[in-house]
């Protein structure tokens, strides 16, 4: 296919149509799409999305005049064997819009792409984890399998831990990948109380603040555990846990039991769903951000606690001991006595958590939304030898 100088690149946001930004690769997405238009690059921008227009955080994008982007639907086709079908109807709008590259956010790649295919790997816990054990044996996985190994032109990794498990277990050369960072907007400044805090918490009491998210792998025994050691110590300790993630009613039955044999139930609030404002304010408030998760593609909420300048407890593996680096303390979060050590220390030590808080905000300042917006981009025109 021959280039133009200024190429038209197709971005397919149709599989988080029905998603929100609780959702990180939905985060992910958004940001990307709005730092591009930021960039004000010399390319066209098609964005694909099952609506009929686009989704709310992105419409200002589009009524912009002349700012090269416009938005294209392809409906949801919920018929037998829309899985094959729909292959064909990407094919067809890819060559419809004249289409030069296509970026394919999400796991659908499309057979018969007329265009080069820059896909996102977020992370391979389906190869990792005996939960997914039937999702990897399931026909379209094993068919974006297939795609991401013969198909696709470049795969952008959110991590090095990532690019590292997609070498080892798929087999892609390192020269098919590129590693490019999140980066979050949320906003930076000092550490602060609220007044009075939320959720019927005391000013006095300790706060380990920590995602509400009942996948096996996020590790939430693990904490629950680590609390009730700290308890005799601690006795006005609380444990917060903001939002609402995987939930299952076995599941949750399995934490609400831990919680109560643990002597817990007065020690753990839930906050429910929040928005955006109020985690920031969450993330500044909190003594201590405890994120016990086994293993990230690349951890959004520990990137997101840096930049508040929050203390941060992180496993001392993947891609959590990647982004924190020295800025908080690492450690073997499987172990719930190692977990309960760490966080007493910092309890214990209110000018270490400071300074790591600082060092944290500094190190979160790296990742910013242009960066990872230039750098994609960048990837892009190398996969269309257009640097």
């Known amino acids: 296919m021959r280039v133009k100088s200024s190429p038209v690149i197709a971005l397919d946001f149709r599989w988080f149509d029905g998603l929100n930004l609780g959702c990180g690769q939905y985060r992910y997405s958004v940001d990307l799409i709005r730092g591009l238009a930021r960039l004000q690059a010399e390319a066209e921008f098609v964005l694909l999305g099952s609506r009929p227009e686009p989704l709310p955080e992105l419409q200002d994008i589009f009524k912009a005049p002349l700012n090269g982007w416009r938005y294209r639907q392809i409906p949801r086709c919920q018929t037998k064997g829309s899985y094959y079908l729909d292959h064909l109807r990407y094919a067809w709008v890819l060559k419809r819009e004249r289409v030069n590259l296509l970026h394919a956010l999400h796991t659908f790649i499309p057979l018969l792409s007329p265009c080069p295919v820059v896909a996102t790997q977020h992370d391979m816990m389906f190869e990792l984890f005996p939960d997914y054990t039937e999702a990897c044996r399931s026909r379209p996985y094993r068919i974006h399998k297939w795609l991401s190994q013969n198909r696709v032109d470049h795969i952008i990794c959110i991590s090095e831990t990532t690019a590292a498990d997609l070498q080892n277990l798929w087999g892609i050369p390192r020269n098919k990948i590129s590693v490019i960072y999140l980066a979050t907007e949320r906003p930076n400044g000092p550490v602060m109380n609220q007044s009075p805090p939320p959720f019927g918490l005391s000013s006095n009491d300790p706060i380990l603040l920590s995602p509400y998210n009942l996948e096996p792998r996020k590790n939430l025994a693990s904490l629950l555990q680590a609390v009730a050691r700290l308890c005799p110590r601690y006795n006005n300790l609380r444990l917060l846990l903001f939002g609402r993630a995987a939930v299952t009613e076995e599941r949750e ?22 928005t955006d404002e109020e985690l920031t ?16 593609g690349f951890g959004l909420p520990v990137l997101e606690a840096m930049v508040a300048g929050a203390c941060v407890i992180a496993r001392d593996a993947s891609a959590m001991a990647e982004i924190l680096g020295e800025a908080g303390e690492l450690v073997e979060t499987k172990a719930p006595e190692s977990l309960a050590n760490a966080i007493l220390r910092l309890l214990d030590d209110p000018t270490l958590r400071g300074r790591l808080g600082h060092t944290a905000r500094e190190r979160a300042a790296k990742f910013t939304m242009r960066r990872m917006a230039q750098r994609t981009y960048e990837a892009y025109l190398a996969t269309l030898n257009l640097q």
């Open 281 to 296: 304010g969450l993330y500044k408030m909190a003594t201590i951000f405890v994120f016990p998760s086994l293993y990230e």
């Open 253 to 274: 039955r399995e934490f609400n039991n831990l919680v109560r044999e643990l002597g817990l139930t007065d020690r753990v609030v839930r906050t429910g769903f929040i």
